[in-house]
C-alpha cells in the first residue's frame, strides 16, 4: 500500500478542511428546513455508520451527553469459516461551534481492532495469524447536515496505532441519520 508523506497528508487534510470551512455557509443559505438550533427539534440521537481506525468500522451510534458533548459508539464484525474480524470504538465530540448546518468539533476515543485468518498450508491446515490491538488518538471534525435529518461527517486524527507502535494522521468518514 502506498503512504503519503506526513507533510503532505498534513497539506492535503488542512486543504480539505478549510475548503469545506469556507464553503459550508454558502451551501447552507440555499437550504431550507433542517437547523440543528431549533428547539422543537433537538434531533439528539443518531444511527448511521462509522469508517475510520479511532471509532471503528460499521454501525454507529451517536448521543449526546450534554448539548456540547456526544458520545459515539462504532462496531462491526465479518466472520467466515477462514477469516475472523471485528472492531469497537468509542469518541466523545465535543462542540466548538455549530451553526444551524455545520458542526466543528474536537474529538478523541479508542477503538479495538481483531483479525484472526487462517493461514495453514495442507500439510497444517489450523495455522491462524492473530492481528489484535488498541488505537487511541484525537482530532478535529466537521460535520454537515444534509436535508432534514441526514448529516455527513468527516475527521482528522492522529492515532496511535498499538500494533505498530506508530503515531500517523488518518480521515475517518460518517453518515448518520438522526430523530
Not at 11 to 32: D, F, K, M, N, S
Not at 72 to 84: F, N, P, R
Request: hydrophobic share 40%; proline share 3%; charged share 20%.
Amino acid at each position: 500500500m502506498r503512504r503519503f508523506p506526513a507533510p503532505m497528508m498534513l497539506l492535503l487534510t488542512g486543504v480539505i478542511l478549510l475548503l469545506v470551512t469556507v464553503t459550508a455557509p454558502v451551501c447552507a443559505q440555499y437550504a431550507t428546513g433542517a437547523d440543528w438550533n431549533r428547539t422543537t427539534d433537538t434531533m439528539e440521537g443518531a444511527l448511521g455508520g462509522h469508517f475510520g481506525k479511532l471509532g471503528g468500522h460499521g454501525l454507529a451510534f451517536r448521543y449526546p451527553l450534554k448539548w456540547y458533548l456526544y458520545l459515539q459508539v462504532a462496531g462491526g464484525v465479518w466472520h467466515t469459516a477462514d477469516h475472523k474480524q471485528h472492531n469497537t470504538g468509542v469518541q466523545l465530540d465535543y462542540i466548538l461551534r455549530q451553526d444551524q448546518r455545520l458542526r466543528l468539533y474536537l474529538t478523541g476515543g479508542a477503538a479495538y481492532f481483531y483479525d484472526k485468518e487462517k493461514v495453514g498450508s495442507a500439510t497444517d491446515p489450523e495455522v491462524w495469524d492473530l492481528d489484535e490491538g488498541w488505537n487511541v488518538g484525537g482530532g478535529v471534525g466537521v460535520e454537515f447536515l444534509q436535508g432534514e435529518r441526514w448529516s455527513l461527517q468527516f475527521e482528522t486524527d492522529f492515532v496511535h496505532d498499538d500494533n505498530h507502535d506508530e503515531t500517523k494522521l488518518v480521515p475517518q468518514v460518517g453518515v448518520y441519520y438522526y430523530w
